[in-house]
C-alpha cells in the first residue's frame, strides 16, 4: 500500500518555527530528517509537486520590498554610508591641497594625498553600485566594468601626461599582482580564520574563477611578446608597433569577455553551481516512512509543512536563501544624486592624484621608482577593492571576494592596461607593454600559482598565507631592482 504525504501550501514566512504543525515540534522534524532507514532513500521530491517545492524555497516576501528613497534620504545616504571614510576624506583632501599649495615636501604631500585617495575610492565605489542599480543589469554590468577601477585609470592618465612611463609600468603591474597575491591572500587568510572553525573550507565557483585565470593567462602571453621581442632585437619601432597591437587585441578581448558575460552567456556561468546546490539538497533531505515506534499521524504532522521549515533548517540551505535576499539589493540614493556623486568624486580623486604625482620625483630620491609603482601606488588605487573583498570573505561570500580581486586584475589587465597604451599613442607619448624581465616573469608565476590554488574550488587560510608570503617575498626583492 503507498503511503500518500499531505503537504500544505507554502507561507511566506518560511522561518523553522512556523514550519511545524500542532501536533509535531522541532525537534521532531529534526528527528524525522536525521533518522533515515537503511536502504534506499526517497529524494525530498518524491510525491510533491516541483512548482510547490519551488514557490516554498523561492517566494520573496513582500515586506522586503522599501519604498522609494527621497532628496532628503539620499543625501543622508551618501552621506552615512561608510560615514568614517567620509570624514577621513574630508580631513585628507584639503590637507592634501594646502600640503601641495604651500609647498610641505614631496614626501608629506604624497602621504598626504595617497590617505585622501583611499576614502575617496570607496567613495567611488558606493556611487557607482547605486547608479549601476539604476540604469539596469546590462548599463549596469557595464558602467561597474568601467568605473571599477576609475581610481587606477585617473592616475595612468594623470602618469602618463607627466611622462613618467616607467611608474606607470610598474603601477600597472603592481596592481595586478597586489589583487592576486595581496587581496587574494587577505581573503583566503581571514575568511579561514573567522569565526574560527576546526577544519574550516570555504567554497566558490570554480567556472568564475577559472575564467577570469584563463583570461590573465591571454594577458600574459600579451606582456610576455614584447618583452621577448625586445631582448631579441633592438628595433624599438617595431616594439612599440607590437605593443599597440597588442593593446587594441586585449580590448578587444575585453569586449568580447562583456559580450559573453551580459549577453550571450549570462546565466551560463552558474547553471552547474545551482545544479550541485540542488542535487546536494535533494540528497541529504528525505521523509521518513512510518515504521516501528513512530505514529502514523506524528509523521504527517511534522512532514506537512517540511519541504519549507525542514530544507531551510538544514545546514546550509537556509543560509542560501539568506544570502540570496541578501544579494537583491535595492538603491538607497535617487539616480540624479548617485549621478552627482560620481561626477563630484571623480574630480576630486582627480585633483588628489594630480598632486600626488607631482610629489613622485622627489619621493624617488627616497626610495627607487619601482617600489612606488609595484607597492605604493596599488594600495592607493585598490584600497576600496581590499576592504570590500575581505569583509565579503569573512562573512562566507567567496565568490564576490573572487570576483572582486581576481576580477579585478583581470580589468586592470585586459581594460585599463591595454587603454592607457592607446592613450599615450595619441598624446604622444610611448608607453609600451615591454615590461621589465624581471616584472614579467614574476607576473607569469603569480598568474601560474592563483590558478593552481584555485583549481579545486576551495580555499583555507594555509593558502592565504602562501599568497601573503608570496607578495612579501616580491615587495622585498622589488625594493633592490
Known sequence: MSTSVAIDPPTTNSSPEHSTSSSGSPADDALLLSSQPAGPSQPLSAGIEPALLTDAVAVPSSNNVKPEPTVASSIKAALLANWYLNIAALIFFPLGIVAHVLQWGTVASFVINFLAIIPLAKCLDFATDQLSMRVGETLGGLLNASFGNAVELIMGVITLKAGLLRVLQASLIGSILSNLLLVLGFCFF?????????????????????????????????????????????????????????????????????????????????????????????????????GKGTHPSRVGSSAMLSPVGSMLSLPGVGEAVEEEEEEKEQPVT???????????????????????????????????????????????????????????????????????SIGSSMQIALFVTPLLVL??????????????????????????????????????????????ASYIMIGVAFYFV
Open 334 to 404: 535617487l539616480m540624479w544624486v548617485a549621478a552627482a556623486e560620481l561626477l563630484i568624486v571623480t574630480v576630486l580623486i582627480a585633483v588628489s592624484a594630480e598632486f600626488l604625482v607631482d610629489s613622485l620625483d622627489g619621493l624617488s630620491e627616497v626610495m627607487p621608482e619601482t617600489f612606488i609603482g609595484i607597492i605604493l601606488l596599488p594600495i592607493a588605487g585598490n584600497a576600496a577593492e581590499h576592504v570590500t573583498a575581505v569583509s565579503s570573505a569573512i562573512r562566507g561570500k567567496m565568490d564576490l571576494a573572487i570576483e572582486v
Open 190 to 290: 581571514f575568511g579561514g580564520l573567522i569565526p574560527f572553525k576546526r577544519g574550516k573550507v570555504q567554497k566558490f565557483s570554480m567556472a568564475n574563477a577559472n575564467l577570469d585565470t584563463g583570461l590573465l593567462a591571454v594577458v600574459s602571453l600579451g606582456f610576455i611578446v614584447p618583452a621577448t621581442l625586445s631582448a631579441v632585437t633592438d628595433n624599438e619601432n617595431g616594439v612599440i608597433l607590437v605593443s599597440r597591437v597588442a593593446a587594441i587585441l586585449l580590448l578587444l578581448t575585453y569586449v568580447t569577455f562583456l559580450i559573453f558575460h551580459l549577453y550571450t552567456n549570462p546565466e551560463n556561468l552558474q547553471k552547474k553551481e545551482e545544479t550541485d546546490v540542488m542535487s546536494s539538497t535533494s540528497a541529504v533531505t528525505h521523509f521518513r516512512r512510518p
Open 423 to 468: 592613450v599615450g599613442w595619441i598624446i604622444g607619448q610611448p608607453l609600451t607593454l615591454n615590461f621589465e624581465t624581471f616584472e614579467t616573469v614574476v607576473l607569469f608565476a603569480t598568474v601560474f600559482v592563483v590558478n593552481a590554488l584555485i583549481q579545486d574550488g576551495e580555499s583555507h587560510w594555509l593558502e592565504g598565507w602562501m599568497l601573503l
